[in-house]
C-alpha cells in the first residue's frame, strides 16, 4: 500500500493509471487491463484506483479521451504549420497515420468506446473533433481554389479512410516491401490529386 510519501499520494495516481494502462493495452491488449492489476503494478492498494475510475469500463473510456487528445492535438499542429494548404492537407495526412500504426491498439478502442451506445459526450466530442478539424482544413483548401467543390464533412470523411486504410496495412504488415515512409508519399500524392480542383474551378489569385 501506498504511504504518505508515495509519488502518487499528491494527486496523480489518475495519470499514473492512464499511463501503465497504455502500456499495457499496446503490449498484451485490452482483455489483460484490471483495476486490480495496476494497482499491484504501481504498489498503490486495490482500493485506490477506484477513487479516480469508478470501473474497468471508465478507465477504458477515460484511455479513449486520453488518445483522442493527443490526436487532435497531432491533426491541429498539422494545420496550425505554416507552409502552404496543400502542404498542411498532407501534413495532416502524415499526422494521422503516425498516430495510428504508433498507437494500433489504442486508436481500435479509441473507436469501440466512441461507437459504444453508453459513450460519454465528452468522448463523442472528441471523437467529431477529428473529422472537423480535418474539415475546416478542407474548406479552407476549397476557398484558395486548390480543393474541389463538395460538401467538407464528406470529403474528409474520404481523406481519412486513405490514411485509415494505409495505417491498417502497416499495422498489419501487409505493405510486403514497400516502406511505410515510401507508401505514406503515394497515398499522399494520389489522395490530393483526387482532392484537387479542376483548373478551370480554380479561385483567382487574391480571392
Known amino acids: 500500500m501506498a504511504d504518505a510519501d508515495s509519488p502518487y499520494h499528491h494527486g496523480n495516481l489518475r495519470e499514473a493509471l492512464l499511463a501503465r494502462a497504455e502500456e499495457v493495452l499496446a503490449t498484451t491488449g485490452a482483455d489483460s487491463l484490471s483495476l486490480r492489476a495496476l494497482a499491484r503494478d504501481l504498489g498503490v492498494s486495490h482500493a485506490a484506483p477506484g477513487r479516480h475510475f469508478r470501473d474497468r469500463q471508465a478507465l477504458l473510456d477515460a484511455l479513449a479521451v486520453r488518445g483522442f487528445t493527443r490526436l487532435n492535438e497531432g491533426l491541429r499542429a498539422a494545420v496550425d504549420a505554416p507552409g502552404p494548404v496543400t502542404a498542411r492537407l498532407a501534413g495532416m495526412g502524415r499526422a494521422y497515420i503516425a498516430f495510428a ?85 503515394l497515398a499522399l500524392d494520389v489522395l490530393l490529386a483526387g482532392l484537387a480542383a479542376p483548373r478551370g474551378d480554380a479561385a483567382p489569385p487574391g480571392a
Do not use: C, Y
Request: glycine share 8%; hydrophobic share 50%.
Open 101 to 185: 500504426v504508433a498507437n494500433a491498439p489504442l486508436l481500435s478502442l479509441m473507436f469501440t468506446a466512441k461507437h459504444a451506445d453508453d459513450s460519454s459526450a465528452e468522448l463523442r466530442e472528441l471523437g467529431h473533433q477529428s473529422l472537423h478539424i480535418a474539415a475546416g482544413l478542407v474548406a479552407l483548401a476549397q476557398q484558395e481554389g486548390v480543393v474541389r467543390a463538395g460538401e467538407p464533412d464528406r470529403l474528409a470523411q474520404v481523406a481519412f479512410s486513405t490514411v485509415h486504410g494505409l495505417a491498417a496495412l502497416a499495422v498489419g504488415s501487409l505493405l510486403e516491401d514497400t516502406p511505410l515512409s515510401e507508401a505514406t508519399d
